[in-house]
């Protein structure tokens, strides 16, 4: 297996392409941050609370998800819910599946 060097062309190509992408990244931002700054001055700017809920379930999820020992949590809390369900639909007929 070969290692490609610093000088390596496509290695060069891509650190640029980050570059790029960041730089562009940023100028979006700053250009959505101007954009809501003049809606708030000029009293226009709408909060839809759809998509505040919708982010702070993604924000809150992702957060969950890189904690392992949550994921296992959420797991195990998972599996009892189904099981207690099981547990409710078979009462008095003697056996669990």
């Known amino acids: 297996m070969t290692q490609k060097s610093s000088a390596d062309p496509r290695l060069a190509h891509n650190k640029k392409r980050v570059a790029e992408l960041a730089r562009t990244g940023d100028q979006l931002r700053a250009n ?10 000029a009293d ?39 099981t207690s369900l099981r547990r409710e639909n078979y009462r008095g007929r003697g056996t669990l599946p």
Do not use: G, M, T
């Not at 959505?32 to 001055?41: F, L, N, R, S, T």
């Open 44 to 82: 226009l700017f709408q909060v839809d609370s759809k998509e505040v809920a919708k982010s702070i379930a993604r924000s809150e999820v992702s957060r969950l998800l890189e904690n392992k020992r949550v994921s296992f949590v959420i797991i195990q809390l998972n599996y009892l819910a189904r």
């Open 32 to 41: 959505k941050v101007k954009k809501i700054k003049e809606q708030i001055a």
